[in-house]
Structures are given as structure tokens and as C-alpha cells.
């Protein structure tokens, strides 16, 4: 009940519980296999099988797990905290958690049993159950974060109160009135009388003469302020791994700034997986007896602690993959991105010549004509390769004939000319770009097959080398 009371009123520790509590509340749960090389009995299928079981159980209780973990973080807080799995009636999944207040539990140090004590009192009572072993989730820490903080609290509380008398007392800095020199003795009751009324009133009206002094040097000093910020740094070093002394220290926008985010992740990540080892102890352990008895238990819940890569990510490390000579399969691909995929019948890479990609060979930044379209796609692709292989290119992207590259553009258009002159076609016929476009699309889709691509990219290699030998040495005319 105390440590509740602390952390609900105290700003600094209230708002480190709530930090910690919504970092490990937004990882994600997954359930990953048993390391192999350290499971005894371990078993593909079995593991594979198990895993799935494990990931529809727990995934039937939605964003209960996020409740769950929220509540055993206050663990670390407050030294320990219980939940409890609801099964569903078949016992094969969980259907949510009961979380429990701290108040309603005593524990037996001597042998570390927990007792169910439902009206919360002391020892002195004999109203405590056992508690049955497996029934509950339990997280709990030998040195909790609030148990220093009470001390903490207690502290800061007392500065508060002492920094409450010394602004009573020299807030307002004291007065002292100098009666004028020649006053009567008689007189001096009255000075004294007008003189508390200027000090408590802040204003009023002496005889001439008289002389105000205020005491402003007892105010130079204020040694409370500095002892409360003290009492705040000592929470947020204990909550949050010291994060506080790189956030102050020289460099704090570069450097430091990585240390802040390195010891935050190391803090969140050692919370996730003791709750992650709590989860398993109980609710995973049951449902693995249940569902597989007499089997080892090759899988098991695990909380995310690094940041999960995005579809972007994951494809982007795929072609990566594939670069240096390695293929992902499938399934993991469609696991990590969260996309179905299916395999392209014809793939932009595999007939991509010089930036021409059969089926989208038109392209909106080329000129409005198909016709033009088409030829520019074509005689682009033909001045480029002979361009690098020394040949002279005329200003109409065609090779010349002196230079024996004239096969070039007859191998690349006996594969290509057919769809292009079904959208030549559809243009002499009245027909719109689009569906020039479509007809080229429906004539490529059946000719330029990626055995026809192979045959027409061999003819140009040939070609090309035997262009290269021929037109070595020869002056390039740029087109």
C-alpha cells in the first residue's frame, strides 16, 4: 500500500513507473523454438508444432498480453507482482489474466511460498491459503526500485516542509525602521507600532526623518532547492539505469545521447525477458502439459527487446541476400514482412535490358506516341550496348552498317517487333495509347517469354563481343 502510495504521489517516480510500464507494454510477444544445441529430445516437427499451438493459445487473448506485461513490470517497483491465466474450458488457450494488488499476498521467506491473504492484514491473522504451485505468474525482484525511493520520498518530503519555513521566513525580507534623531522618548512605542504595520502591510507612512532598511542578503542562499533536485536525480538514476547522468553530462546531444538510448534498452530488455521467463514458468508450462504430455517443451514466449524491421526492411535484406549468392525462403519472408506473396511470371529483372522492362515498356516521361515510344525504348537499348563496346552510333540510335553491328538491332527486335507492332496496330486503327498499351502488354506476355529473352540476349552478347574485337580502336560519335 505505501509503495503504491509513493509512486501516485511522486512526480519524478510516478512518471518513471509509467515510462518503464509503457516500454515494455509496446513490445511485441512472440513464440520462438528452443535453442537446439541446449534442449534435450529436441524434435523438428515437434518443436514446429508446438510453436503454432503456443502462438494460437496466447494469440486468443488479444492485447491481454500488453496488460500483463504492464502489471508484472510494477515488479521491479514494488518487489513483486501475481497474475493469474484464464483458461478456456478445453484448456487450450488462454482466454485472458486476472492481475492481482500486491496487499493480498504474504510470503514465507523461510521457505519463498506466497499465502493468499484476502483481508489484507498482518501476520497476526490466520486467514492464509496456501496458494497451489503453477497457479499464478510470478514476478519477483530481491532489490526492487521502491524500497530506496521510500527513503528517497521521506527525504525530499522533509525539504519540502523546511523549504516551506525558510520561504515563511525570509520571503519577505525583514524590515527595520530608524526612528529620526531627534524623536521622544514617548515616541518610540509609536515608531514601533508603525513600523510592524509596514512590514506585514508592505506599505504605510513614517514622519520624515525615519529611515527603511530591508534585510535582502539572508535571501542569497538557498540551500533547498539544489537538495530537492538532488532527491529527484536519485530516483531517475535508480529508475531508469542512470540514464539522468548522460543526459547532463558534456555532449549530451551526440555521444552521450547514444549511451542514454543504449542503457535504456539494456533496462527495458532485462525487464522483458524476466517476464518472459515468468510466463513460461506457469502459463506456457500448463498449456505444453496439457496439449503434449509427456513431451519436452521445445518452444516458448518471448517478448521483443530490440526493434522489430519494418516490410521495407525485410525485403530490402532479402535483395541483399540474394546479391551476395543467398535466397530466403519464402515462408520467413512472409512472416517477417506480413506480405503473401507469389512468384512473377515475368520478373522486371529478368528481362531488363538497358532500363526496358517488357511489359511496361512505355513510359510516361518518353513522348506521346506508342509509335515513338516503342522506338525510342528500342533504339536507346541498341546504342547503349554498342556505345560500350566501341561502336559508331548515328544520331537515330542505329549502328552502322561499316561496323558489323547491324545484327544487333535484328536480334533484339525479333523478339520485341511483334508487340510492338500490335500497338502500332491499335494507333493506325483510331485506338487510344491505352489500349496501344494493352495490346502490347497481351502480344509481350506471350512472346517475350524469359526463354525468348535468354535466346535474344545470347544473340546480342555474341554480337557484341564480335563488335567489340571489330570496332576496337575506332573514334564514338555521340548521338
Excluded at 551526440?254 to 506457469?282: C, E, K, P, Y
Excluded at 502439459?289 to 535484406?317: C, M, Q, R, S, W
Excluded at 529473352?453 to 544473340?459: K, N, Q, T, V
Amino acid at each position: 500500500w505505501l509503495y503504491q502510495e509513493i509512486e501516485g504521489a511522486d512526480p519524478t517516480l510516478f512518471t518513471c513507473t509509467e515510462n518503464r510500464e509503457a516500454a515494455v507494454e509496446l513490445a511485441e510477444w512472440r513464440v520462438v523454438l528452443s535453442n537446439p544445441d541446449r534442449c534435450r529430445g529436441f524434435e523438428e516437427n515437434l518443436a514446429k508444432e508446438q510453436q503454432d499451438f503456443l502462438s494460437q493459445a496466447y494469440g486468443a487473448c488479444g492485447d491481454e498480453m500488453e496488460s500483463l506485461t504492464s502489471h508484472l513490470e510494477r515488479g521491479f517497483f514494488r518487489g513483486f507482482a501475481h497474475a493469474s491465466p484464464i483458461y478456456s474450458i478445453d484448456g487450450n488457450y488462454v482466454d485472458g489474466f486476472e492481475l492481482y494488488d500486491q496487499w493480498n499476498f504474504a510470503r514465507d521467506h523461510s521457505t519463498g511460498d506466497w499465502w493468499w491473504n484476502p483481508d489484507a492484514v498482518s501476520w497476526a491473522n490466520d486467514n492464509f491459503k496456501p496458494i497451489p504451485e503453477g497457479e499464478l505468474i510470478t514476478l519477483s525482484r530481491s532489490r526492487h526500485i521502491d524500497y530506496p525511493s521510500l527513503a528517497v520520498f521521506i527525504r525530499a518530503a522533509l525539504g519540502d516542509k523546511k523549504w516551506g519555513i525558510f520561504l515563511e521566513r525570509f520571503g519577505i525580507p525583514p524590515v527595520t525602521i530608524i526612528m529620526p534623531e531627534f524623536a521622544d522618548k514617548p515616541e518610540e512605542a509609536a515608531y514601533m507600532s508603525a513600523a510592524q504595520k509596514l512590514a506585514a502591510a508592505g506599505s504605510g507612512a513614517l514622519p520624515f526623518g525615519s529611515q527603511v532598511n530591508y534585510a535582502t542578503e539572508a535571501r542569497a542562499t538557498n540551500p533547498f532547492t539544489e537538495f530537492l533536485r538532488h532527491q529527484q536525480e536519485l530516483t531517475v538514476l535508480m529508475a531508469t539505469g542512470g540514464l539522468l547522468t548522460t543526459l547532463t553530462e558534456s555532449g549530451s546531444g551526440t555521444l552521450a545521447g547514444g549511451a542514454h538510448t543504449d542503457t535504456w534498452q539494456r533496462v527495458v530488455g532485462r525487464d522483458l525477458r524476466s517476464v518472459g521467463r515468468a510466463v513460461n514458468r506457469t502459463s506456457t508450462k500448463t498449456l505444453l502439459n496439457h496439449k503434449f504430455p509427456g513431451y519436452p517443451h521445445l518452444a516458448g514466449i518471448e517478448f521483443a527487446t530490440k526493434h522489430k524491421p519494418g516490410p521495407t526492411e525485410v525485403l530490402e535484406d532479402a535483395a541483399k541476400a540474394k546479391t551476395a549468392g543467398y535466397l530466403i525462403k519464402q515462408d520467413d519472408l512472409e512472416e517477417k514482412s506480413g506480405y503473401k506473396l507469389v512468384v512473377d511470371p515475368n520478373p522486371a529483372g529478368a528481362a531488363n535490358m538497358g532500363g526496358f522492362t517488357p511489359q511496361s515498356g512505355f513510359d510516361g516521361e518518353q513522348s506521346n506516341s506508342v509509335t515513338n515510344k516503342a522506338l525510342d525504348i528500342a533504339g536507346s537499348i541498341i546504342a547503349s550496348h554498342c556505345i560500350s563496346h566501341g561502336g559508331k552510333i548515328t544520331n537515330k540510335g542505329e549502328p552502322k552498317k561499316a561496323d558489323g553491328l547491324e545484327s544487333v538491332s535484328d536480334a533484339f527486335l525479333s523478339v520485341s517487333q511483334n508487340p510492338v507492332n500490335e500497338a502500332l496496330k491499335v494507333i493506325e486503327n483510331g485506338g487510344t495509347e491505352a489500349e496501344a498499351m494493352a495490346a502490347y502488354d497481351k502480344a509481350a506476355a506471350a512472346v517475350l517469354t524469359p526463354e525468348k529473352i535468354a535466346e535474344g540476349a545470347e544473340e546480342i552478347s555474341r554480337v557484341l563481343e564480335d563488335a567489340a574485337k571489330a570496332g576496337k580502336g575506332s573514334e564514338n560519335e555521340e548521338s
